[in-house]
């Protein structure tokens, strides 16, 4: 098992930055893939960014050039920088460790989900 925790969100205004973190622990050894998802209110969920353990990454169209996701794995750690934030990037952000194939992460782990706002 994998424990993923999520913390860094809150609020902010358009144009401004956070920054997400999240550790995992627990069965580490297992963890290929680690990255970031969104669900905002009723939309489907939908991958941000995600990044192999070779450092290989992918982005969503929405916000590649505005976000930047990093992993430490000895920490067992991801983080997704925010930038030049938007209206529209408001939702619930989930940590996911996983398989990466493609860009995209499969099976896996989710953390708790941790919300963003940003407003107008």
């Known amino acids: 098992q994998v424990q993923l925790v999520e913390s860094g969100g809150g609020s902010v205004q358009a144009g401004g930055s956070l920054r997400l973190s999240c550790a995992a622990s627990?069965?580490?050894?297992?963890?290929?893939?680690l990255g970031w998802y969104r669900q905002a209110g009723e939309k489907q969920r939908e991958l941000v960014a995600a990044?192999?353990?070779?450092?290989?990454?992918n982005y969503a169209d929405s916000v590649e050039g505005r976000f930047t996701i990093s992993r430490d794995n000895r920490k067992n750690t991801v983080d997704l920088q925010m930038d030049s934030l938007k209206p529209e990037d408001t939702a619930v952000y989930y940590c996911?460790?996983?398989?990466?194939?493609?860009?995209?992460?499969?099976?896996?782990?989710w953390g708790q989900g941790i919300q963003v706002t940003v407003s107008s």
């Open positions: 996911r460790a996983g398989r990466y194939h493609g860009g995209t992460l499969s099976g896996g782990y």
């Open positions: 627990g069965s580490t050894s297992v963890i290929h893939g």
């Open positions: 990044m192999s353990s070779g450092g290989l990454s």
